[in-house]
């Protein structure tokens, strides 16, 4: 006996709705869902041709690992945990020579689109691209004659350090990606605040004479600021979120390229979505990532110590 079940087709970002046929556990039709807002009913040709892909022979299931010139499958921890590692050596030798393809979804994921741009300054790369121009702009001079206004692009967020324009000031224009108020320019504009926020306060402090960097933790630091903490001789601290700011996979990275010294780390919880478990959660994460039982306790428990241990009124109880 056969059943419908409602869906959405994944060939691209349009994510058109989709009504399944399923018969013993197999797809037998795959109709466009008259039903979705979006798509009404529409289903291209591509989005047919999905019917085939779970179905697959071959269909890889597992990653691959390439050995020689064989592949062979590994387990998921171990490949995310190599090619962590080996994004972090890229970092650290090669930052620049990373590139990050984003992919044409950050059309309709502006969150998508912030964290890529996060994910590439982060890194210290401008390279950053995405097919938008491309596939996009049949659908945006569509979008625009039938609104009869500019829609901004949502393309290659951060992807230049400068930008030329040639004929048109896009702010007063209103069209364009680099007119204030665009995904592009807030995101550009955070990481900038951060950046000048953070040279203000180590500055301020740098500049008062009875201040010792080592008696202070600046807190609330990502990938873009908490080289500038260290280098002057102050704490970092990394506040944990479960998604925005530092999560525990970014806390890992920081701490592969920056190393274990003068760093904190703390779960966050306050007005957005906190996890009191962060802290142990981020240890996990860098168990997964190899990290010895002893770089795990300095961070954890050695560097909070020995930052508290400077208060005269400060012990740890003996058990």
């Known amino acids: 006996m056969s059943e419908t079940i409602p869906s959405y087709c994944r060939a691209c970002e349009g994510f058109c709705g989709v009504q399944l046929k399923v018969q ?42 390439r050995v020689g010139t064989e592949w062979q499958e590994v387990e998921w921890d171990q490949a995310i945990s190599e090619i962590g590692a080996s994004m972090a050596k890229l970092r650290r030798e090669h930052t620049r020579g990373i590139g990050l393809y984003a992919g044409p979804e950050l059309a309709f994921d502006h969150r998508g689109a912030i964290r890529a741009a996060a994910w590439a300054l982060g890194s210290g790369t401008p390279n950053l691209f995405s097919p938008l121009a491309m596939y996009g702009a049949s659908r945006l001079r569509a979008v625009e004659s039938i609104v009869g ?117 703390n779960s966050a919880c306050d007005w957005g979505i906190s996890d009191p478990l962060a802290v142990p959660k981020t240890a996990i994460e860098m168990r997964h990532r ?23 009124k400060f012990s740890v109880p003996v058990t």
């Open 149 to 265: 206004a500019a829609v901004p692009l949502t393309s290659d967020v951060g992807r230049a350090h400068y930008t030329v324009l040639i004929g048109s000031d896009q702010q007063e224009a209103r069209w364009g990606p680099l007119q204030s108020g665009t995904i592009h320019t807030q995101a550009q504009d955070y990481f900038r605040k951060r950046r000048q926020g953070t040279k203000l306060i180590v500055d301020l402090l740098k500049s008062h004479s009875g201040v010792n960097p080592d008696r202070v933790i600046i807190d609330h630091v990502e990938e873009h600021t908490i080289q500038a903490v260290l280098d002057q001789g102050f704490w970092a601290g990394i506040t944990l979120y479960p998604d925005s700011k530092s999560s525990p996979p970014r806390a890992v990275d920081m701490l592969e390229i920056c190393g274990r010294e003068r760093i904190w780390l």
């Open 24 to 65: 013993g556990g197999r797809i037998t039709e795959i109709d466009g869902d008259p039903l979705n807002p979006f798509s009404a009913g529409h289903l291209c040709p591509v989005g047919q041709a999905t019917i085939e892909e779970p179905h697959a022979e071959g269909r890889p299931l597992r990653p691959r690992k």
């Open 290 to 312: 190899g990290y010895s039982a002893e770089f795990v306790d300095q961070i954890l428990f050695q560097n909070p110590v020995r930052f508290l241990s400077q208060c005269p």
